[in-house]
Structures are given as C-alpha cells and as structure tokens.
T-cell receptor
Framework: DAGVTQSPTHLIKTRGQQVTLRCSPI?????VSWYQQVLGQGPQFIFQYYEKEERGRGNFPDRFSARQFPNYSSELNVNALLLGDSALYLC??????????FGSGTRLTVV | QKEVEQNSGPLSVPEGAIASLNCTYS??????FFWYRQYSGKSPELIMFIYSNGDKEDGRFTAQLNKASQYVSLLIRDSQPSDSATYLCASLPPLAGGTSYGKLTFGQGTILTVHP
C-alpha cells in the first residue's frame, strides 16, 4: 500500500513568492492535516480537512490556505513567502485511531 | 505554559541501557497520546500510542500514562544505536462523533543518542 505522498520533496523560493504543496493520503483515508516543522521544534498544526471541509486551523496567518479535493488529496498554499516560512511541511492522513501517518514532507527554503 | 512539554535533552545512554523519555501535558481534556520517532531529515514515524492509564508494551518500547498527573513517558529497553533519533510526544483531544479528525499537539522533542 502506498503511504502518504507529498510533492515536491524540496523547494527553494524567493521572498514574496507563492508556493503550492501537494499531498495524497493513504487510500481510504478521508482526513488530511498539514503541519509545519521548523528546525529544532516539534510540528505545529496548520490545517485539517475531513471530507473536503476545513475542520481545524492553527495559529497561522491568512497567507496560509489549503483545500481538499473530492479524491481526498490536498494542497497547501502559502502566499507572500517570508524567510520564516522556511521549514519542513508535513502532511498526515488518518482514518480512525490510531494515530496519524505522515508523509515524507516538503522541505521549503525561502531565500 | 506549553501544552505539551518534553524533558530537555539531549539524552545520551549507552547501548543496552534503558532510555526514559518524559512528557507532560496541560490540557486535561486530552484523551490520546502518541510517541513518534523522527530521524534526522526524515518525517515522524508513529511508534506507540496510549489511551488508558497504565502501561502499554510493544517489544522494547513501553508507554506509560498517568492522567491524574498529566504525565506520559516512553521507556526503550535494550537501547540500540539505531534508536538514536528525536522522539516527539503528541496529544490529541477527544474525537468528535467517532470522526477521525483532531489536532495533534506536539512537544518540542527530545534528542536521544545511544552510544556503543
């Protein structure tokens, strides 16, 4: 079975640009969450989608947005990139308990 | 106060020893707790979860939960150099109506080094 797949794996962007990150959940999983992990810290919750509806949003500015498609895949968009947006962006999918399975992440570097 | 706090590291233990990783949480409503292992440059990998007070064992790993003290721990017996990683503790509130969505709240992680 394919796990959670994320693309791209690495990305370098310039300040002020926009970026779109993509995630495909495990087959049958209807919930997708996005997390940001800055070096040396634990992942921070950004968004959660379940059945194509936003079910939770973390403490992130409106520059961050996301959506979930009918096939349960998801995109995370970040506008007007700042240097501080440089991080590992993780997508996780879940069905029922236990736990959330993370994808391999997208390493975003803003220069 | 952080919602989930882990004991400050890094933690260094000799091969074959028991590694003890600790975590406290502030939200008494938290219902489920997870331990993830994260190798450098990789994504977190779920190794244990626990819902009920007491101990839960899986191979060399034992998770312990004390809801009264709001304390979660992970013991790794017979530590191996391959256990060297960052260990993340995470909490989850009760899931609404049997659904599968909820916000994982992570601690900052504890770096474990197992030296030969």
């Amino acid at each position: 079975d394919a796990g959670v797949t994320q693309s791209p794996t690495h990305l370098i962007k310039t300040r002020g640009q926009q970026v779109t990150l993509r995630c495909s959940p495990i087959s049958g999983h209807k919930s997708v969450s996005w997390y940001q992990q800055v070096l040396g810290q634990g992942p921070q919750f950004i968004f959660q989608y379940y059945e194509k509806e936003e079910r939770g949003r973390g403490n992130f500015p409106d520059r961050f947005s996301a959506r979930q498609f009918p096939n349960y895949s998801s995109e995370l968009n970040v506008n007007a990139l700042l240097l501080g947006d440089s991080a590992l962006y993780l997508c996780a999918s879940s069905s029922r308990h236990p736990g959330y399975t993370f994808g391999s992440g997208t390493r975003l570097t803003v220069v | 106060q952080k919602e989930v706090e882990q004991n400050s590291g890094p933690l260094s233990v000799p091969e074959g020893a028991i590694a003890s990783l600790n975590c406290t949480y502030s939200d008494r409503g938290s219902q489920s707790f997870f331990w993830y292992r994260q190798y450098s440059g990789k994504s977190p990998e779920l190794i244990m979860f626990i819902y009920s007070n007491g101990d839960k064992e899986d191979g060399r790993f034992t998770a312990q939960l004390n809801k009264a003290s709001q304390y979660v721990s992970l013991l790794i017996r017979d530590s191996q150099p391959s256990d060297s990683a960052t260990y993340l503790c995470a909490s989850l509130p009760p899931l609404a109506g049997g659904t599968s969505y909820g916000k994982l709240t992570f601690g900052q992680g504890t770096i474990l080094t197992v030296h030969p």
